[in-house]
Every structure is written in structure tokens, then in C-alpha cells.
DNA sequence: CCAGACGTTGTT
DNA sequence: GTCTGG
DNA sequence: CCAGACGTTGTT
DNA sequence: GTCTGG
């Protein structure tokens, strides 16, 4: 997946979570029309009591034995590795979490233009990224520095034509599997798989949302033709 | 054994 | 922390 | 992913 | 051209 995606509007209560962590304010004043990399994001993961709830993470993993945090880390961790590969396996077995949006931005190259196009469900409801989470000190008693990255698949029948790869997107049935600990590697990994077709939409938007600067309504405005 | 890597995307 | 390569 | 920078000395 | 920052 790029490098971009939104988050406008919360709906907790459908989700079945709660606030927890007051940095979540963040999200709950501001709605982001363009999230990048680095930028903190909103998350589901399990509390200490087992149950789910939400909070802000860093987007770019840090993975726990790091000795600094790299100035590029990976946004995206592929679901056909990301078991295996010595980056994202602890926190694909123990840490796995949901990335919330209510869409996302994918580029589609034209010759050397690149046309983003947004992507969504019709009623724009948030949905949930596939993510595996870590958690970072300095040294034992710092405060945590929490990251995340959202898990890629191959494309569905809409993006196939944009992209050749897709995040993956959860469905409500499959998210409590996806949190609990006790789920088996493998049923985890069966979860990570194109979206449906038939539910998810694309369109061109204007190149305003190419600039990370640019955080507005506007990053939505259909490409002029 | 120790040292060094540990990522994705896209582009060629 | 854990795996791979030498 | 795209946009934007691409530097040093010395000072705080 | 290539790297860094968002």
C-alpha cells in the first residue's frame, strides 16, 4: 500500500471499543484527509485486561530490539512474509492490531504522471487495517515509543487496475481473531487476504494530496478531467 | 562459533 | 530477539 | 507512497 | 541522482 490514507470520522460504539489514551484527542478534534508515514495514527489493540481498545501509535515500526529507531522505517509488512521475516514475526504472533480508516490513497502510474485515486466504501464507514504493533524504550523505564504497520496483499478486482498490491482490510467477523493472542499463526495468516469485490470503491482525486503538507477536504476533490 | 541483518514500494 | 551466512 | 533537499562552522 | 522527511 502507499504511504497515505484517511481517518474523518470515528464511529467507537460501532466498533465495540473504547478511549483510552488521552492522546486519542488528536483524532477526535482533528479528522485527517491525508495521513503519512510517521505521523501518529489510530489503533485497536488489547488492553492489559484482554479487552480491545483504542489509542495512538506511530505509523513506521520500530521493532522492540532496535537500538535506535531507524529514521526509515517500514510502513507495510507483505502477509506472505510477514510471519516469517525476523522484523514483524514477535509482533505478528503476539501484537497484532487494527489500523482504523475510513480510506485510503493508492497511485496509479500514467507514463511518468502519477494519479492518486481514493479508495473507500460507498457509505464511508471506518474500517479496520490489518496491523502488527511494537513497543520501543530507550532503556527499561523510558517512556514507550509505540509503532505500527499495516499488513499488503495482492489486489482485488478494483485496485488490480491501480496498484498491484492492497492493505488489507479486516472484516467486523474477523477482528476480535485478529486481536486475540490465543489465535493460532496460521488462523491469522488465513485472514490476510484481498477485500471482497463488490464493496469498495476508487476514484481520481486531485494531486493536491500528494504533498504531505496538504491535510484538508480537498485532498478528496475529484481529479479535474 | 560470531557477525550482521532484520522492510516495502516501485523501477529497471 | 532471532535467524542466516560465513 | 510523494516532495523536497542536496552545507559548514561554530554557537547554544 | 539519491536520500530524507512526512
Not at 61 to 75: G, M, N, T
Amino acid at each position: 500500500m502507499c504511504g497515505r490514507y484517511t481517518l474523518r470520522r470515528i464511529d467507537a460504539a460501532r466498533l465495540g471499543v473504547t478511549f483510552v489514551e488521552p492522546t486519542f484527542d488528536e483524532f477526535t478534534d482533528r479528522p485527517r484527509f491525508n495521513v503519512a508515514p510517521s505521523q501518529a495514527v489510530a489503533v485497536v489493540r488489547l488492553n492489559r485486561d484482554g479487552k480491545p481498545a483504542m489509542g495512538a501509535v506511530r505509523w513506521g515500526l520500530v521493532p522492540h530490539w532496535a537500538k535506535e529507531p531507524p529514521k526509515v522505517r517500514p510502513i507495510n509488512a507483505r502477509a506472505e512474509t510477514v510471519g516469517s521475516s525476523g522484523m514483524f514475526r514477535q509482533a505478528f504472533a503476539r501484537r497484532r492490531c487494527l489500523v482504523l480508516a475510513d480510506g485510503f490513497y493508492e497511485w496509479r502510474r500514467d507514463g511518468t504522471a502519477k494519479q492518486p485515486h481514493f479508495i473507500r466504501f460507498p457509505d464511508d464507514r471506518v474500517f479496520a487495517f490489518a496491523g502488527v504493533w511494537e513497543r520501543w524504550r530507550e532503556r527499561e523505564g523510558d517512556d514507550p515509543l509505540d509503532t505500527v504497520a499495516v499488513v499488503t496483499t495482492t489486489p482485488n478486482a478494483v485496485m488490480a487496475p491501480i496498484h498491484d498490491r492492497m492493505p488489507v482490510i479486516l472484516r467486523p467477523d474477523d477482528h476480535a481473531a485478529w486481536l486475540d493472542k490465543e489465535t493460532s499463526s496460521g488462523n491469522a495468516a488465513a485472514l490476510l487476504r484481498p477485500y471482497a469485490d463488490g464493496e469498495l470503491v476508487a476514484s481520481p482525486v486531485d494531486r493536491l494530496v500528494n504533498s504531505p503538507k496538504n491535510d484538508g477536504p480537498d485532498c478528496l476533490r475529484p481529479a479535474a478531467k
